[in-house]
């Protein structure tokens, strides 16, 4: 477990989302770098980790991520760009301001 300290760094290094970025939730892996997600606005998509997190960070079901739709097919795809740890996924619905269900 965390200490004070190393909680309070972790909380302030929690990236926000800017301009089309939302959060979204992580409801199955699909293989090839490709996950299912379900986002803020609603939308079921596909999502694409990009070789950044890919390399570096292990992505579960129910992990809370960041995500922006492309532009084409943005219905349908996005690409993962962020992955929050479980004490910054619960600073987020502490503060209100996720909108999903952990």
Not at 30 to 51: F, M, P, T
Not at 61 to 72: F, K, M, N, R, S
Request: with cysteine.
């Amino acid at each position: 477990m965390l200490d004070q300290q190393q909680e309070q760094a972790e909380i302030a290094r929690t990236r926000m989302p800017h301009g089309n970025e939302q959060f979204a939730l992580v409801k199955g892996l699909l293989g090839a770098g490709k996950i299912s997600v379900d986002c803020e606005d609603g939308k079921h998509r596909i999502g694409r980790i990009i070789g950044k997190i890919k390399k570096r960070v292990w992505i579960r079901d129910g992990d809370l991520v960041l995500i922006t739709p492309w532009e084409i097919q943005s219905d349908e795809r996005c690409d993962v760009i962020w992955k929050y740890t479980r004490t910054q996924a619960n600073y987020l619905k502490r503060t209100g301001k996720l909108k999903i269900e952990l």
